[in-house]
């Protein structure tokens, strides 16, 4: 999701599959310095009826930027919540 003026995106996870009523339902982190999951926190009153764009993607790269692959014995990947996290068993 964009918020108008702010460049950062992320903070939340699509939970619903996509649908012809063009309806996408949303888990958000609360995180007050995450701008677009801050958007998204403010009361109801303030953001329904308001515009938003939402984009999906990301990216994901195994090994991790600083993982020395020769030390890591096993990985385990686990999914839920707001996005994925990455936890290695080393040696």
Do not use: C
């Amino acid at each position: 999701m964009f918020v108008p003026g702010i460049p950062k995106a992320g903070g939340f996870t699509i939970t619903s599959s996509p649908s012809a009523n063009k309806l996408v339902e949303l888990a958000v982190q609360k995180s007050p310095d995450n701008p677009p999951a801050a958007w998204l926190w403010r009361p109801k009153k303030e953001i329904l009826g308001e515009e938003l764009t939402v984009r999906v993607g990301g990216s994901f790269v195994w090994p991790p930027p600083g993982v020395d692959i020769e030390n890591v014995d096993h990985a385990l990947f686990i999914a839920g919540g707001i996005g994925i996290k990455y936890v290695s068993v080393e040696s």
